[in-house]
Each structure stands twice: as C-alpha cells, then as structure tokens.
C-alpha cells in the first residue's frame, strides 16, 4: 500500500505532539503559526495522535488545515488509546506530560471495537473525512499480544475497507516493532529514537523493513535532545531524562568530527537515518514557527558523504 502513498512530503513531517502542550503549555495562536510555519517551509505530512494533549494536538492540527487543498498533503494519527471523561480537577502533566486539563483521560483499547471508535473519535477532533496512515500507538506499553493480534488486524481491515491509506505501528521499542513487522500487516512503522546519529539498535530492523518493502518513519532523531544542538552540556536530555556524563561525551565527540566538516550536530542528526532507503521520511516536533524553521534550515543543510566515513573511523558510528 505504501508504494502507492509517498511519505516524501517536503524536508520532514510535522510532529504534533507539540502543538498538544508537551511538557509546557502552548497558546491556540502559537500552535496555529507552528503548524502554518510547517506549511510554508514545504512540510505537506502531519502526524498526530489522541494522546497528544488528550485530543488537543488532533483539534488544533485539524483547525490548523481546514482551508489547505485536502489532497495536498497526507496526515497520520494513532490508535491504541480512547479517550474518557476524567475527573476535570487537575491536569495531566504529571501522569502523561501534557500541560492540559485532565478532563478526560486515556484508556487501553486495543479490541476491534475500540479500535473504530478511535479512529472515528480522532476524525472528529480533526474534523476530517479519511486519515491517510493509522498507526497502533505503543502496544509494547500495555499488551503487545493484544495490540498485534488484535488491534492490528482491525487497522489492516479498515485498509482494505479503504477507510484508511496505510497501516503500521509505531513504538520505540525495537522489540515491538521487529514483532508487527512479522506479522506481514504493516506497511509503515514509526520508530522513535531507536535508529539515530547517537546510537542504531534498530539497524537490523530497518535493513528488515528496506527487504520487506515496510517503510519507515523515524523519529526521535535528537534522542529528545541531546541532539538537537551544536553542542550538549550538562543538563542535555535523553530520552527524556538527563543525560549521563558518557552520552554527552560521546554527543560531543561526534559534534568534533561534524564541526571539522561544517556541518552542526543537528543537522547531522537529521540527515543521518534518511541515508537508510528504508527511511522514507522524518517527523520532527515543535512548538512554535521559530522552531519550524530552524528544522527547515538544518533539514536543508549540505551534509559531505566523508563525514559518516569519518565517524565510522573514530568509533563513534557502526556499520
């Protein structure tokens, strides 16, 4: 299915995690200029998910594209989650890293049932028609028996019933993936952190999904930021957490070989995993224009072949 669906969609696609309030809250008027500063730097791929804000990042991105010409660009979400009414006297920063209200809250649902109804639910908030990929959301996280044996085949059913383009999962488990891609149901897998300039433990499964025609969707490409500039200090996050002395150490090493060819850490990192065929595009998140452009400019930068040949001479990239 995806041969027939082009996930080049312009320097990268735009992660809406973002525009859900990650981590810190981010006014209506803010999230809209990200999402038009993605526009405008050539982005015509967005991806999105319930869990994003609890369905903030779906309304926003769909508001956001209302007047954009539909079959000008493609937008993914995810299933995996249902949203239900929550308590509403709190918010969800602390349990799910959303500076939202908690409302609502995410409930497990990978049963055929539930399954429809968020895809339908996630169609609402975007005030959309048709998605054009729909992926199983962290399965690994709840029950991946469950996830591939269940919510998987109904995402490839509602393929074949034409109500979505394409199906995948996406995860950072390497794990995970390696297991929905044996189930022949996939066509797109979305791997968040796990094949970047820092580290590749998802190589053997990306070279996999190259012979096996899946395509792949990296994200995570700063490993949450250690990467995502020219030149890490104490305090860089990983995954989310602080960074050890040894990441960092190793993120500025690789920064020296770069900074010998005139290229940035950054831009390296973006430029990294689509050397591999089977990485046919990049999600990158952000939370205002400024941030969109400067991902457009590093996506843009030249980066000379001789670099990776150097930092595979140092020891700082396999393969």
Same mark, same amino acid.
């Given at each position: 299915m995806t041969e027939r669906l082009d996930l080049d969609r312009g320097p990268f696609w735009f992660g809406g995690a973002g525009i859900g309030n990650l981590l810190r809250p981010v006014s209506d008027d803010d999230a809209r200029a990200t999402v038009d500063a993605a526009w405008d730097?050539? &982005?015509? /791929?967005?991806?999105?998910? $319930?869990?994003? *804000? =609890? *369905?903030?990042?779906?309304?926003?991105?769909?508001?956001?594209?209302?007047?954009?010409?539909?079959?000008?660009?493609?937008?993914?979400t995810k299933v995996g989650r249902v949203l239900v009414p929550g308590r509403g006297d709190g918010d969800d920063l602390e349990s799910g890293g959303f500076a939202v209200p908690d409302d609502l809250v995410r409930q497990w649902d990978p049963s055929p049932a539930g399954v429809r109804r968020s895809l339908d639910d996630s =169609? +609402?908030?975007l005030s959309l028609d048709r998605v054009d990929i729909a992926y199983l959301h962290d399965p690994d996280v709840y029950s991946l028996r469950d996830g591939l044996t269940q919510a998987l085949p109904t995402l490839a059913e =509602?393929?074949?019933?034409? &109500? #979505?383009?394409?199906?995948g999962v996406?995860? @950072?488990? %390497?794990?995970? =993936?390696?297991?929905? &891609?044996?189930? *022949?149901?996939?066509?797109v897998v979305m791997l968040a952190g796990r094949y970047t300039l820092l580290e590749q433990p998802a190589a053997a499964l990306v070279a996999r999904c190259e012979a096996? /025609? %899946?395509? &792949? %969707?990296?994200?995570? #490409?700063? @490993?949450? +930021?250690?990467?995502? %500039?020219?030149? $890490?200090? $104490?305090?860089?996050?990983?995954?989310?957490?602080?960074?050890?002395t040894v990441l960092v150490d190793r993120a500025n090493a690789i920064a020296d070989v770069c900074e010998r060819h005139g290229v940035t850490l950054p831009a390296a990192a973006l430029a990294f995993p689509r050397r591999a065929p089977a990485v046919r595009a990049?999600?990158?998140?952000?939370?205002?224009?400024?941030q969109v452009q400067q991902n457009a400019a590093r996506a843009a930068a030249d980066v000379p072949e001789a670099l990776w040949d150097d930092l595979r001479a140092a020891g700082l990239l396999a393969g």
């Open positions: 730097a050539g &982005v015509r /791929g967005f991806d999105t998910a $319930p869990h994003y *804000g =609890l *369905g903030l990042s779906e309304r926003r991105l769909g508001a956001a594209l209302a007047a954009r010409p539909r079959d000008e660009y493609l937008v993914s =169609l +609402g908030r =509602l393929r074949d019933e034409g &109500v #979505v383009r394409a199906v996406g995860s @950072n488990s %390497v794990a995970a =993936l390696e297991a929905a &891609v044996s189930t *022949g149901l996939c066509d096996l /025609g %899946v395509a &792949v %969707v990296a994200v995570g #490409v700063y @490993n949450s +930021g250690l990467l995502g %500039v020219d030149r $890490p200090g $104490p305090g860089a996050t990983y995954d989310y957490a602080t960074a050890s990049i999600a990158l998140g952000a939370q205002s224009a400024s």
